[in-house]
């Protein structure tokens, strides 16, 4: 049977140490729109048209033409990612993902479409050759995704992507802006990147 992470953690063994990912993986604590990197990734709406949280804070700092090339996508199905340009921002795109909203709890479908998110995120930039990327804890802020479960989902789904994948990335980060979520991210990461 396939084992899927729970809110308890992988099952012991599950991700051993994989040397390849070893200097790929970093955790930073701040503002995302901040890095100066190949691509940031954003937690927004159906709409693409901007929000609060961390979808305001990027399109401030981006500046208005960020909107005008979003308004020119057609919207984004929740899991699925969209890329435009950094514009005012140090990093050079900006890899837009719609998370679940979990306020209604969560269940396979909302983790199914957190994961997809992630997926589909490092898929949208290794298509465009990004080899940095930085993802903000997507769904658990406004849209209510319990941080403890989402962590998994977050780190299950980068390890995965990158035992398939590793020559195309050089750097993913971990970017968390809450004190608690930093306490989650420092405890979970050993567990899916031993001695990274
Ligand atoms: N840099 C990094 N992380 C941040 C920043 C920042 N500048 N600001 C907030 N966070 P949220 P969601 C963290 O609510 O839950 C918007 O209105 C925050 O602490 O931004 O996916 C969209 O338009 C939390 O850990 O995104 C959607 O309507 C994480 O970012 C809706 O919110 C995500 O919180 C999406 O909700």
Redesign the pocket.
Known sequence: PVWTPSADGPKPGLYPRNEKLDQKISLYTG???KLEIDAIVN???NTLL????????IHRAAGPVLKKECASLHGCETGEAKITCGYGLPAKYVIHTV?PIAQGGVGEEQRKALRSCYDNSLKTATEKSARSVAF????????G?PPEKAVHEALATVREYLDEHHDKLDRVIF?V??PM?KELYMQNLPLYFPAA
């Open positions: 503002d995302i729109t937690a927004a709406n901007g929000g609060g949280g961390v979808d305001g804070a998370g903000p804890c997507i769904s658990t802020g406004i849209y995704y970017c802006f809450l979520d």
